[in-house]
Nanobody
Framework: QVQLVESGGGLVQAGESLRLSCAAS????????MGWYRQAPGKQRELVAT???????NYADSVKGRFTISRDNAKNTVHLQMNSLKPEDTAVYYC??????????????WGRGTQVTVSS
């Protein structure tokens, strides 16, 4: 019911910045939380940042102070501003949305991912 399209990934030097965007379409009225996760080769997928419909944010300790998540509820779009990028930030970044079904159970939708590569 929800389709996600990510954009903004690329190759940058350490210390530079990137801005990721994710646009949601479909049954977006049911979304309660949007966020970003990342997965490096050979590692588990990990939370980067999330934001609720009311604007409450949560960040991984490794990105706190460098990354900023924001959301435009009217446009069903979430952004991730990534500053002071480090080589260890290199990963595929996935947009994620969570919502609530009429049955009161939760659901997840995932984007296809966008590659972020940071060279030293």
């Amino acid at each position: 019911q929800v389709q996600l399209v990510e954009s903004g990934g690329g190759l940058v030097q350490a210390g530079e910045s990137l801005r990721l965007s994710c646009a949601a379409s479909g049954s977006t009225f049911s979304i309660t939380t949007m966020g970003w996760y990342r997965q490096a080769p050979g590692k588990q997928r990990e939370l980067v940042a999330t934001i609720t419909i009311g604007g409450s944010t949560n960040y991984a300790d490794s990105v706190k102070g460098r990354f900023t998540i924001s959301r435009d509820n009217a446009k069903n779009t979430v952004h991730l501003q990534m500053n002071s990028l480090k080589p260890e930030d290199t990963a595929v970044y996935y947009c994620n949305v969570q919502g609530l079904r009429p049955s009161q159970t939760t659901y997840d939708y995932w984007g296809r991912g966008t590659q972020v590569t940071v060279s030293s």
